[in-house]
C-alpha cells in the first residue's frame, strides 16, 4: 500500500503543471552555465588582474543592490506586496543628498559653525549627517506612501495593491522631472568627499597618489568600494539583529507569519507594517546616496533599472529572505559586471532578467526560499 502511494505521488509529480518547464529551464540554466565558463575562463587565465578589477566592481554594484534587495523583501515579508515604488525611493535618497551637499553643504557644517574643526572630522561629522537626513526624508515619504496608497487596500486582492505601488512608482518619477521638484535632466552629482584609490600587486597596498598612474595590470580599489561594502555589510547585521533579538522583531515576524493571530497577541499590526516601510526606505535612501556617489549623474529614472535588478536579486535568492536578498544581490552584481566586462554593456540588463526568468522556472522559491507544503 505504501508503495503504491509512493507510486502515485512521482506519477502526480512528474504531471504537475509546470514540471516539464523546469526541466526545461534546468537544461537551459545548464547550458548556460557551460556557456559562461568558456567565455570567462579563458580571460581569467589570460588576463586575471583584468578579472579581479571586473569582480571588485560586481562586489561594488552588488552590495548596492542589497541595501535595495532588503526593502523588497522585509515588505513582501509581511504584507506579501511587491513595491515598485521602492526602486523611486531609492532614487529619492540620491537626490536629497545631492541638495544636501550641493547646495546646502551640510557634509561639512561642523567647519562653518566652528572654523577652527578638524577639517576632517568635520567632513566625517558632516557625510554621516548627510546619510541620517536622506534616511529620514525616504523614511517619512515611505511611511506617508504607505498609509495614504497601501493601507486602505490592505483587505483588496493582492493585484489592486500592486498596480497601485506601479502607480505610486510613475508618480514620484514624473513628478520629479517636474522643473521646480528635481528635473528631468541628467545632473551631475558632487561628491562629499575626494576620491582616495589604492592599487594591489604582489607586494602588497599601496596607495595612488595625485596624478600617478597604477602600475599595468594592478587591480584598484577606492574609499568609495570600502564604504559601500561596509554600509551595507553593517545594514545585513542590524537587521539580523533587529528580527532576531529585539521585541520589534518578533513582532514582524509574528505579523508575516498570521496578521489575526498577531492582533489578538495584542501586536499593532498597522504600526508594524508602517516600521517595516520606514526601515526599508531608509536602507534605500543611504544605498541611492552611496550609488550617486560611485556613479555620480542622477536623474529622476535613476531608480527604475536598479529597483528592477534588486527584485530581481530578492527572488533569486528567496524574497522574504533576509540572507537571501544579500546574496541574491551580490550574484546580480558579478552577473552584471562580467557581461559588461567579457560580452556587451548593452546585454547587462538581459542577463538580469534572464536570471528571473531561470530563477521562476528552476526554483521559483529562490535560493534560500522554503517550498510551501503542500496539503494532504
Avoid at 38 to 67: C, N, R, T, W
Avoid at 130 to 156: G, Q, T
Amino acid at each position: 500500500m505504501a508503495q503504491a502511494t509512493v507510486s502515485k505521488q512521482s506519477t502526480y509529480a512528474a504531471r504537475r503543471p509546470g514540471a516539464r518547464m523546469a526541466w526545461i529551464g534546468q537544461a537551459f540554466l545548464g547550458l548556460l552555465a557551460l556557456a559562461a565558463l568558456v567565455i570567462l575562463v579563458p580571460h581569467l587565465i589570460k588576463d586575471p588582474a583584468l578579472f579581479l578589477q571586473i569582480v571588485l566592481s560586481g562586489l561594488q554594484l552588488g552590495f548596492v543592490y542589497a541595501m535595495i534587495a532588503l526593502g523588497y523583501t522585509m515588505v513582501y515579508g509581511i504584507v506579501k506586496l511587491i513595491n515598485f515604488a521602492h526602486g523611486d525611493v531609492f532614487m529619492v535618497g540620491a537626490f536629497v543628498s545631492y541638495y544636501l551637499v550641493a547646495q546646502f553643504q551640510l557634509h561639512v557644517w561642523p567647519a562653518l559653525v566652528w572654523p577652527g574643526f578638524s577639517p576632517t572630522l568635520a567632513l566625517l561629522i558632516g557625510t554621516l549627517s548627510v546619510m541620517a537626513v536622506c534616511m529620514a526624508v525616504c523614511v517619512v515619504m515611505a511611511v506617508v506612501i504607505e498609509r495614504v496608497a497601501y493601507k486602505p487596500l490592505r483587505d483588496a486582492p493582492r493585484i489592486a495593491a500592486l498596480i497601485t505601488s506601479i502607480g505610486v512608482s510613475f508618480f514620484l518619477e514624473f513628478f520629479g522631472a517636474l522643473y521646480f521638484v528635481f528635473s528631468g535632466r541628467f545632473i551631475p552629482y558632487k561628491r562629499p568627499f575626494d576620491v582616495v584609490t589604492w592599487y594591489i600587486t604582489t607586494s602588497g597596498v599601496h596607495m595612488l597618489q595625485p596624478g600617478q598612474t597604477p602600475p599595468s595590470g594592478a587591480p584598484i580599489i577606492s574609499n568609495i568600494f570600502l564604504i559601500i561594502v561596509a554600509a551595507s555589510v553593517a545594514v545585513q547585521l542590524l537587521l539580523q539583529y533587529l528580527v532576531r533579538r529585539t521585541k520589534l522583531g518578533k513582532a514582524m515576524r509574528a505579523t508575516s507569519f498570521d496578521k489575526p493571530t498577531a492582533r489578538l497577541m495584542g501586536i499593532n499590526v498597522d504600526q508594524v507594517i508602517s516600521f517595516t516601510f520606514a526601515v526599508g526606505a531608509a536602507f534605500a535612501g543611504l544605498g541611492g546616496m552611496l550609488y550617486a556617489i560611485a556613479y555620480p549623474s542622477i536623474w529622476t529614472q535613476l531608480g527604475i533599472l536598479p529597483g528592477l535588478k534588486a527584485f530581481v536579486a530578492a527572488v533569486l535568492g528567496g524574497i522574504g529572505s533576509i540572507p537571501g536578498a544579500f546574496v541574491g544581490a551580490l550574484i546580480m552584481g558579478q552577473a552584471e559586471a562580467l557581461t559588461m566586462g567579457f560580452i556587451s554593456t548593452p546585454m547587462r540588463d538581459a542577463v538580469a532578467f534572464t536570471i528571473l526568468i531561470l530563477v521562476l522556472l528552476v526554483r521559483p522559491t529562490g535560493i534560500f526560499g522554503e517550498p510551501e507544503k503542500e496539503k494532504a
